[in-house]
């Protein structure tokens, strides 16, 4: 994999962070499941939007998966400070996911295709976890 021109640096947290909870608004104004739905987050790197999305669907499931273990540490930290029990964590790669097809309701993606290689590619791998 191409290095992530980001990194992976406090810097870079606080940046998610803010970047975030500014366009929260633009960006989560119709992040609404049918409560008992199932979506997966693809690339939630520190939880920035995953506290969005878990706060505003408490009876809808998430899985939220990152390549990088430190960042999905952090995640894990935040969503349990908060006290949300609606998300799992799992390391995964966009390229390769660990699930079956039809797994999920919805997917959710925000910030992480632009950093691919080739997004056409990580697009049809989510596509087959998603129920037709
Ligand atoms: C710019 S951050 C965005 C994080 C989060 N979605 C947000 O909006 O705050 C991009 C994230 O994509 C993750 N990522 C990059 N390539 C990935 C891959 N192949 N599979 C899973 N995650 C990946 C990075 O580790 C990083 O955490």
Same mark, same amino acid.
């Given at each position: 994999?191409?290095?992530?021109?980001?990194?992976?640096?406090?810097?870079?947290?606080?940046?998610?962070?803010?970047?975030?909870?500014?366009?929260?608004?633009?960006?989560?104004?119709?992040?609404?499941?049918?409560?008992?739905?199932?979506?997966?987050?693809?690339?939630?790197?520190?939880? &920035?939007?995953?506290? *969005?999305?878990?706060?505003?669907?408490?009876? #809808?499931? =998430?899985?939220?998966? !990152? $390549?990088?273990?430190?960042?999905?540490?952090? &995640?894990?930290?935040? *969503?349990?400070?908060?006290?949300?029990?609606? #998300?799992? =964590?799992?390391?995964? !790669? $966009?390229?390769?996911?660990?699930?079956?097809?039809?797994?999920?309701?919805?997917?959710?993606?925000?910030?992480?295709?632009?950093?691919?290689?080739?997004?056409?590619?990580?697009?049809?791998?989510?596509?087959?976890?998603?129920?037709?």
């Amino acid at each position: 994999m191409k290095k992530y021109i980001h990194g992976y640096s406090e810097t870079e947290a606080d940046r998610l962070g803010d970047q975030a909870s500014i366009l929260a608004s633009h960006l989560h104004y119709d992040s609404h499941f049918q409560p008992g739905s199932t979506v997966l987050e693809a690339g939630c790197g520190i939880g &920035a939007q995953t506290r *969005i999305l878990a706060a505003a669907n408490p009876d #809808v499931h =998430f899985t939220s998966i !990152d $390549i990088d273990d430190q960042s999905l540490k952090k &995640a894990a930290s935040e *969503i349990d400070r908060l006290g949300f029990s609606n #998300v799992s =964590f799992q390391q995964a !790669d $966009i390229f390769n996911l660990p699930f079956l097809p039809n797994s999920f309701d919805h997917i959710f993606c925000c910030f992480v295709l632009e950093h691919l290689p080739d997004p056409h590619t990580a697009l049809q791998s989510l596509k087959r976890t998603l129920k037709h």
